[in-house]
């Protein structure tokens, strides 16, 4: 069955830098688009961006350019994200998603990663 | 970026009832538009995809409608389980973008 099996959470001093983790199974990894969507506590959704593990093509939300860094290890079927210069705005829950026509619909999710920045 | 408003952050719903939660967008998004379910410290689950397309395992008692601009997502009969918050997002444009959710109390 398709997984999207997320790393642990985070706790990081402002200022530090943060890699999350997304190890996929149960599909072909090089296939599909994996977005990354942040959430705030006790608010929406917010779409960060995509790559593409096949080719290592990326595309950001303009608002997370020079926040959010993806990439993609194919021979671990695993994507990650690092978050630079963290302040207290990018304390949040951190999900995954697969998506397979690169249309931005997501199908499965990751369980999500806490990262909460404070010192 | 298209804008995405559901006009009820919350809805004081009964079990066995039915729902109707709304979502707008500010532009037309040609039934590109998807809902989730999400419930606490869960991921969101895709329902419904193109409007009216209920994904698979997804109960019948839950429907889509809608087009150009307005979008509805309906459940009949309500269940303990499908207390939730629920998000439209939109797939038309880049970036997507999700509605601030609608969470169902019950009454």
């Known amino acids: 069955q398709v997984q999207l099996q997320q790393s642990g959470p985070e706790l990081v001093k402002p200022g530090a830098s943060v890699r999350i983790s997304c190890k996929a199974s149960g599909y072909t990894f090089t296939s ?22 096949g080719n290592v093509n990326t595309k950001y939300n303009e608002k997370f350019k020079g926040k959010a ?30 998506d397979y026509y690169g249309s931005s619909l997501m199908d499965y999710w990751g369980q999500g990663t806490s990262v909460t920045v404070s010192s | ?56 395992g997804v109960p ?24 939730a918050t629920y998000y439209c997002q939109q797939y038309w444009s880049t970036p997507p973008t999700f509605g601030a959710g609608t969470k169902l109390e019950l009454k």
């Not at chain 1, 688009?33 to 593409?52: C, N």
């Not at chain 1, 990439?71 to 829950?93: F, G, I, N, P």
């Not at chain 2, 719903?13 to 809902?35: E, F, P």
Request: hydrophobic share 30%; glycine share 8%; net charge neutral.
């Open chain 1, 32 to 53: 599909y688009y994996i977005h990354w969507v942040k959430q705030r506590p006790g608010q929406g959704l917010e779409w960060i961006g995509w790559i593409y593990p």
């Open chain 1, 69 to 98: 860094t993806l990439t993609a290890d194919k021979s671990s079927s695993t994507a990650y994200m690092q978050l630079s210069s963290l302040t207290s705005e990018d304390s949040a829950v951190y999900f995954c998603a697969r």
């Open chain 2, 1 to 56: 970026d298209i804008q995405m408003t559901q006009s009820s952050s919350y809805l004081s719903v009964s079990l066995g009832g039915r729902v109707t939660i709304t979502c707008k967008a500010s532009d037309h998004i040609n039934n590109w538009l998807a809902w989730y379910q999400q419930k606490p410290g869960n991921a969101p689950r895709l329902l419904i995809s193109g409007a009216t397309s209920l994904e698979t």
């Open chain 2, 60 to 83: 019948s008692r839950f429907s889509g409608s809608g087009s150009g601009k307005d979008y509805t997502l309906s459940i009949t009969s309500l269940q303990t389980e499908d207390v």
